[in-house]
């Protein structure tokens, strides 16, 4: 079996048509069931972290390890010499001698896109600012198909902050191609970008703005919570007004169907109660652990150590 | 009305029917041609357009990538190629689907805007045709076409 994506980066999900998208969710079922062990021994990932995150970093740092690979981690950019002057493009081709892959997280949107025209190897971006963070969209649509065995059709709930939120616009993307029924559940302000909505409705997706979750609970395969920031809000009186329709408790999910399934990309602050981290409904600690095996199937698939 | 007249020429090329005010940015975004000479009419009265510029230049028949690139800022435009006093052709201005390196990016944030590297913006395919929208290569955010500004030089 010969397995290649027809990019060698993961940048955006604009990239990625749907073949590339079922490779990766199969690819990540593979090897966390066992039946494909990609061997990454004798290959370095260079984890650049630009911009901090634990979780992230973390993740990528296991999934390499996992398949006896090694990682290179860089947190924050004092330990390089972006500080000295360097230009970045220079610090990109002095490190792509030193590994196999680079995994970046940016603060600065187009960064990941830009290392991938500057080096010779794959690029993984792990977050461009405010733009994308494709792996995320990844490991939450192999979370989606672990759940309910398909991505077709399926209603999903996307609620919270529907504007700033990169994760619940890349995991729109991602759903498109299979058929979605969405429900944006938003307050006014926050709601989903117009022209995310226009590439929905060009590509035939149905969609429905809500600004509470209480009605369409019922309806629901998948409930993906964000948080609603309080830095959001310009009065902050309409935050505490609005605060508890976008916290999810077991009385908010008592009429949920039996399969419903509660994802939240991590951290969690309050939006949803811990009172529902026992119910079955709540998946976001096992999203996160898949989050590994998707990240394995991204290093893997790149590097071509999948065979 | 008093109108200001700007004079016929012998060979060259008019560009006609952009949008008042809108002159300059025109010549900006062709670029080079500083050899070439110029009239330039601004704040015409037109039916069509309110205001309109127009653009002369002698001695010089525009390429089909330079009429393209008016597009970005005066999709409106008219372009006639004159030979010996005479009209030669009419050229139709046609949006590009592609704006390279001659814009700059309007995020603050943008990687194009903190290191010292091209632009490129795609045009941008939405629902609604009747819009002119690019796309940032790099930060892919999406902007009409007469947000992006014009590089200098
Ligand atoms: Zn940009």
């Known amino acids: ?38 061997d990454m021994a004798g290959r370095i990932a260079a984890l650049l972290f630009f911009e901090p995150s634990t979780r992230t970093s973390f993740s990528f740092d296991s999934a390499m390890k996992r398949m006896g690979g090694e990682t290179l981690l860089m947190k924050g950019t004092g330990s390089t010499s972006v500080q000295k002057g360097e230009s970045f493009s220079d610090t990109l081709r002095t490190i792509e001698r030193y590994c ?35 792996t995320q969209a990844l490991l939450d649509l192999y979370s989606i198909k672990k759940t309910h065995g398909t991505l077709e059709k399926l209603k999903i709930g996307l609620v919270g902050d529907l504007r700033f939120g990169r994760t619940v616009h890349s995991l729109a993307q991602a759903l498109a191609p299979y058929n979605p029924e969405f429900y944006f559940i938003s307050p006014g302000f926050l709601e989903m970008p ?68 509660i994802l939240h990309p991590l951290p969690r602050v309050d939006e949803i109660a811990e009172e529902v981290d026992a119910s079955p409904h709540a998946y976001y600690f096992e999203q996160a652990e898949n989050g590994v095996y998707m990240r394995q199937a991204i290093l893997s698939i790149l590097t071509g150590a999948v065979k | 009305m008093k109108q200001l007249k700007v004079d016929a020429i012998k060979d060259g090329t008019v560009i006609d029917h952009i949008p008042g005010g809108k002159a300059v940015q025109v010549l900006k975004i062709l670029g080079g041609g500083k050899e070439a000479t110029v009239s330039i009419g601004m704040n015409l009265n037109s039916s069509k357009l309110g205001k309109k510029d127009i653009v002369k230049i002698e001695n010089h028949e525009l390429s089909a990538d330079q009429v393209n690139r008016i597009a970005i800022i005066a ?7 004159i030979r010996n006093y005479d009209v030669a052709e009419k050229r139709k201005v046609e949006i590009p689907g592609k704006i390279d390196n001659i814009t700059h990016c309007p995020n603050p944030n943008c990687i194009t805007n903190k290191e010292d590297i091209r632009t490129l913006f795609d045009r941008y395919r939405g629902a609604d045709d009747d819009k002119t929208e690019f796309m940032c290569h790099y930060c892919e955010r999406i902007y009409p076409a007469d947000g992006l500004k014009i590089k200098v030089g």
Do not use: W
Not at chain 1, 22 to 32: C, H, Q, S
Not at chain 1, 197 to 220: F, H, I, Q, R
């Open chain 1, 100 to 134: 196999d892959i680079i995994v970046m997280r940016h603060a600065v949107e187009g960064a990941a896109r830009f290392a991938s025209e500057v080096v010779g190897l794959p690029v993984v971006n792990a977050g461009d600012g405010a733009n994308q963070h494709p």
């Open chain 2, 75 to 81: 999709p409106t435009a008219s372009i006639t190629i």
């Open chain 1, 1 to 38: 079996m010969s397995i290649g994506l027809k990019n060698k980066h993961i940048i955006s999900m604009r990239d990625l048509d749907r073949s590339d998208l079922d490779l990766l969710v199969e690819t990540a079922g593979a090897i966390e069931e066992g039946r494909i062990k990609p």
């Open chain 1, 194 to 261: 117009e022209h995310i909505k226009a590439e929905l409705t060009a590509g035939g997706v149905k969609y429905t703005e809500l600004k509470e979750v209480d009605s369409v609970v019922p309806e629901l395969d998948i409930m993906y919570v964000t948080r609603v920031q309080r830095e959001r809000f310009a009065d902050p009186e309409d935050y505490e007004r609005l605060k508890g329709s976008y916290i999810i408790t077991l009385d908010t999910i008592k009429d949920a169907k039996e399969g419903m399934r």
